[in-house]
């Protein structure tokens, strides 16, 4: 029979539920996240994780040793999922146009829809730590990096060229989903993402095929 592992309360605090330590891990990063996109790195507190989580502080430190670490994990789950959208994006149909325009919708729904967790992607307030700015790239590297073979193979590009022109289109749906969420100007998702991703094909559209 295989045993739960489950969180040790403060005996000094009210009993809550306990919870098996993947559902608390889970529950700890949600309110981590809110309290980081709340306050920022620098002005978040472990105490204030813990009484957003409803945890003592010794529960909140069973699962992450420190502030940064803690950090770093919801870093990860925000960067994950990030590539995880790009890369059905890319898979979702052969016809290139679309893949731009899936490609850049990937992106406006993430900052749309994500809880604020782009923020710490693309907003940190920790991007001096090199350990953060390692997760923060990655998002850049590893989405060029799909784009970059899709270039490639359609255009017989050299390497260098081919990912060039995708980190160019990366950063293009960056900046573009993270302005368009502070000043939409009264455009809807829709019409936002079939703006960007025009402009995005009829530029790369002047890549000529290969056979």
Known sequence: MVSRSYDVEDPRRP???RLPRRERRAQLLSSALEVFVAQGYHAAAMDDIAERAG???PVLYQHFPGKLELYLALL???CDTIIANCRAALESTTDNKQRVAATMEAFFGYVAHDAGAFRLVFESDLTSEPAVRDHVD???TECADMITEVIREDTNLPTSASRLLAVS???MAQVSARFWLTDSGGLERE???ALVSGLAWRGIRGYPLTD
């Open 191 to 193: 019409q936002a993402v």
């Open 138 to 140: 990655r998002v850049t």
């Open 76 to 78: 990860d789950e925000a």
């Open 15 to 17: 009993r809550g539920v």
């Open 169 to 171: 289109l990366v950063g």
């Open 55 to 57: 945890v003592s502080k």
